[in-house]
């Protein structure tokens, strides 16, 4: 069982920063790749980025290809999301996730966390 806890969302405007935590629990942390996904309102919850259990794999979304960075630290438990030059459509709730393996399908994560809001204004 792992439990999942993000943190670090708020409210900025276009072309600023933000940097997420996603703190989970248990000893067996290190073993899972992690994903972060978003959901604005209205539209279904979509992949964002993903990053292997060691940290040697990533994978990305085209929309935020070269203005996010996933990276994770298994001494701390512990999965970031750099978000750089944000844009309006960036606005969502924004989960991270533990699954098995590197994947873009939200259906194959088996745990989540319970969000944090991301508002970017114009």
């Known amino acids: 069982q792992v439990q999942l806890v993000e943190s670090g969302g708020g409210l900025l405007q276009a072309g600023g920063s933000l940097r997420l935590s996603c703190v989970a629990s248990?000893?067996?942390?290190?073993?899972?790749?992690m994903g972060w996904f978003r959901q604005a309102p209205g539209r279904e919850r979509e992949f964002v980025t993903a990053?292997?259990?060691?940290?040697?794999?990533?994978s990305y979304a085209d929309s935020v290809k070269g203005r996010f960075t996933i990276s994770r630290d298994n001494a701390r438990n512990t999965v970031y999301l750099q978000m750089n030059s944000l844009k309006p459509e960036d606005t969502a709730v924004y989960y991270c996730?533990?699954?098995?393996?590197?994947?873009?399908?939200?259906?194959?994560?088996?745990?989540w966390g319970q969000g944090t809001q991301v508002t970017v204004s114009s």
């Open positions: 996730a533990a699954g098995r393996s590197l994947v873009t399908s939200r259906h194959l994560y088996s745990y």
């Open positions: 990053i292997s259990w060691s940290g040697g794999s990533t």
């Open positions: 248990g000893r067996t942390f290190s073993s899972y790749a």
